[in-house]
């Protein structure tokens, strides 16, 4: 009898292997690439290549063994998700990581492999959704939490919007 874990250990290698392949011939203009090294129920470990040279590696306190998966299983809603963007206000890239934390609540954070750091540069968890889009290649990051007990018109949760990379506040 084959044992499941290992079964699972090979299919995540290959499923790596897999995607590093794709994302590297998909980066050819662009100057990394990421891989995903281990993910598992509390965390997850993302290195960014430079070619075979890993340039940084981070933990995100989520599961993100679905990051890799292009279907979405029937249990699993809001899998974990690694996009690396780039835009005219970001044109080395970035790496956003969406997933689910605890029983309902969803994180995102954002990697800027330029930053010289082990620590994501923007991170936000949202009470039930986290998640961002493009306009006009602005990147927009939504959440929601809880209504503060001063505000007028909200019932439960607000939503929160703020554009990447954010704007210093001038007094």
């Given at each position: 009898?084959?044992?499941?874990?290992?079964?699972?250990?090979?299919?995540?290698?290959?499923?790596?292997?897999?995607?590093?392949g794709v994302v590297a011939a998909e980066a050819k203009t662009e100057s990394w690439?990421?891989?995903?090294?281990?993910?598992?129920?509390?965390?997850?470990?993302?290195?960014?290549?430079?070619?075979?040279?890993?340039?940084?590696?981070?933990?995100?306190?989520?599961?993100?063994?679905?990051?890799?998966?292009?279907?979405?299983?029937?249990?699993?809603?809001?899998?974990?998700?690694?996009?690396?963007?780039?835009?005219?206000?970001?044109?080395?890239?970035?790496?956003?990581?969406?997933?689910?934390?605890?029983?309902?609540?969803?994180?995102?954070?954002?990697?800027?492999?330029?930053?010289?750091?082990?620590?994501?540069?923007?991170?936000?968890?949202?009470?039930?959704?986290?998640?961002?889009?493009?306009?006009?290649?602005?990147?927009?990051?939504?959440?929601?939490?809880?209504?503060?007990?001063?505000?007028?018109?909200c019932e439960y949760f607000q939503k929160i919007s703020v554009n990447w990379p954010?704007?210093?506040?001038?007094?």
């Amino acid at each position: 009898m084959v044992n499941k874990f290992l079964i699972s250990v090979l299919l995540l290698s290959y499923l790596n292997l897999i995607h590093v392949g794709v994302v590297a011939a998909e980066a050819k203009t662009e100057s990394w690439s990421w891989k995903l090294d281990s993910a598992d129920l509390m965390e997850s470990k993302i290195s960014i290549l430079s070619g075979k040279k890993v340039l940084a590696s981070y933990f995100v306190g989520c599961d993100l063994s679905d990051a890799l998966s292009k279907e979405i299983s029937e249990e699993e809603e809001n899998p974990g998700k690694v996009d690396k963007i780039v835009s005219a206000s970001f044109p080395s890239g970035i790496l956003l990581v969406t997933c689910t934390v605890g029983a309902h609540s969803q994180s995102i954070s954002i990697f800027d492999p330029k930053v010289n750091s082990k620590e994501a540069v923007f991170s936000k968890t949202g009470s039930y959704y986290a998640g961002w889009e493009l306009k006009d290649g602005q990147l927009v990051i939504f959440y929601d939490r809880p209504c503060d007990a001063k505000q007028k018109n909200c019932e439960y949760f607000q939503k929160i919007s703020v554009n990447w990379p954010l704007q210093a506040v001038k007094n």
